[in-house]
């Protein structure tokens, strides 16, 4: 099975990022694993007594995050996803007569799409288990949760990526904020912005260096921080914490709700987050019960007072 024609559409018309590239490509690795073992050759050769034996496979398969047998149901949705995509293209593309066995499969294994933002008392848990010294990790959880960038995203900064800017508030005090641009889905430069606290950590880990390497996260090992390593020590800190394992983009959504429950207008945040519909928005934050709450009371009061 050649996947390469299917990831190089995905990189040259989806404009898909090579993070993105690297996990279809490792996905379908795992299902061409598979099929080789069970004798099949021929794409047409899949049908939906394959699809139902692969699932068998995979939730009996050893699960190295958790060292239990089973993959998470998000781990086999994302590879029937991707098996699923590469189908579709296949089918568009290249054989008209070929079916999507995945089509209007029944399972629970479909993409999970609600809000996963993790909640205040583990983000500080979190926090509070990086070692005082440890200037970068804490400068690097504090800008995901500051920024709403994603692991790619923050893979790309340098240290010159982030301007810090004073601005005057109405009553004379001084605002100091951060403000960075960075490539992103799509290759769409957008801009990011940087609240003072966080700042003041990044300063610190700036500081910190007595390198001279451009790259704004490094290893021990003095190179650029990699996506799997930033994933890897998200990981580590979640073990010192005693918390469950996280995904690092749920920063991502725990960025998305306290905005959105802070009365940030979903325009904005939308722009803030890089996406082109607000539907995608819509599905990475979830409004709490007090921001709820006030929405309908002010309603009501704005209702009786046109009345």
Same mark, same amino acid.
């Given at each position: 099975?050649?996947?390469?024609?299917?990831?190089?559409?995905?990189?040259? %018309?989806?404009?898909?990022?090579?993070?993105?590239?690297? =996990?279809?490509? +490792?996905?379908?690795?795992?299902?061409?694993?598979?099929?080789?073992?069970?004798?099949?050759?021929?794409? $047409? %050769?899949?049908?939906?007594?394959?699809?139902? =034996?692969?699932? @068998?496979?995979?939730?009996?398969?050893?699960?190295?995050?958790?060292?239990?047998?089973?993959?998470?149901?998000?781990?086999?949705?994302?590879?029937?996803?991707?098996?699923?995509?590469?189908?579709?293209?296949?089918?568009?593309?290249? !054989?008209?007569?070929?079916?999507?066995?995945?089509? @209007?499969?029944?399972?629970?294994?479909?993409?999970?799409?609600?809000?996963?933002?993790?909640?205040?008392?583990?983000?500080?848990?979190?926090?509070?288990?990086?070692?005082?010294?440890?200037?970068?990790? #804490? =400068?690097?959880?504090?800008?995901?949760? +500051?920024?709403?960038?994603?692991?790619?995203?923050?893979? %790309?900064? !340098?240290?010159? /990526?982030?301007?810090?800017?004073?601005?005057?508030?109405? $009553?004379? !005090?001084?605002?100091?904020?951060?403000?960075?641009?960075?490539?992103?889905? @799509?290759?769409?430069? #957008?801009?990011?912005?940087?609240?003072?606290?966080?700042?003041?950590?990044?300063?610190?880990?700036? =500081?910190?260096?007595?390198?001279?390497?451009? *790259?704004?996260?490094? +290893?021990?090992?003095? %190179?650029?921080?990699?996506?799997?390593?930033?994933?890897?020590?998200?990981?580590?800190?979640?073990?010192?914490?005693?918390?469950?394992?996280? $995904?690092?983009?749920?920063?991502?959504?725990?960025? *998305?709700?306290?905005? *959105?429950?802070?009365?940030? /207008?979903?325009?904005?945040?939308? !722009?803030?987050?890089?996406?082109?519909?607000?539907?995608?928005?819509?599905?990475?934050?979830?409004?709490?019960?007090?921001?709820?709450?006030?929405?309908?009371? *002010?309603?009501?009061?704005?209702?009786?007072?046109?009345?």
């Amino acid at each position: 099975m050649d996947f390469e024609p299917f990831l190089k559409f995905l990189a040259n %018309q989806r404009a898909c990022s090579l993070q993105t590239i690297r =996990a279809y490509r +490792s996905d379908l690795k795992m299902f061409h694993k598979f099929a080789k073992d069970k004798g099949i050759r021929r794409i $047409n %050769q899949v049908d939906h007594s394959v699809i139902t =034996a692969y699932i @068998g496979h995979m939730q009996q398969e050893l699960n190295l995050r958790s060292a239990q047998i089973g993959l998470s149901d998000s781990t086999i949705a994302r590879r029937l996803a991707a098996l699923s995509s590469y189908f579709d293209f296949l089918c568009a593309i290249e !054989d008209a007569n070929l079916r999507n066995p995945l089509k @209007g499969r029944r399972n629970r294994w479909k993409k999970n799409d609600k809000p996963k933002p993790i909640d205040d008392l583990t983000v500080d848990r979190l926090l509070a288990h990086i070692a005082s010294s440890n200037f970068r990790d #804490r =400068a690097l959880f504090k800008l995901f949760l +500051s920024t709403g960038l994603r692991v790619s995203e923050m893979y %790309q900064l !340098d240290r010159d /990526s982030i301007a810090i800017q004073t601005e005057m508030k109405s $009553n004379g !005090d001084e605002l100091i904020l951060g403000r960075g641009e960075v490539i992103g889905k @799509g290759k769409k430069r #957008r801009t990011f912005y940087v609240d003072s606290e966080t700042l003041t950590d990044f300063a610190l880990y700036v =500081a910190s260096r007595t390198d001279n390497q451009e *790259a704004l996260f490094l +290893s021990e090992r003095k %190179q650029r921080l990699s996506v799997r390593a930033i994933q890897c020590t998200l990981e580590t800190l979640c073990v010192k914490a005693g918390v469950a394992h996280i $995904n690092v983009h749920r920063f991502r959504h725990t960025y *998305a709700t306290r905005l *959105a429950n802070a009365n940030m /207008s979903t325009i904005v945040l939308k !722009d803030l987050m890089g996406h082109e519909s607000f539907n995608t928005t819509l599905k990475y934050f979830k409004l709490n019960d007090t921001t709820m709450a006030r929405g309908y009371h *002010a309603a009501m009061e704005f209702q009786r007072g046109d009345s």
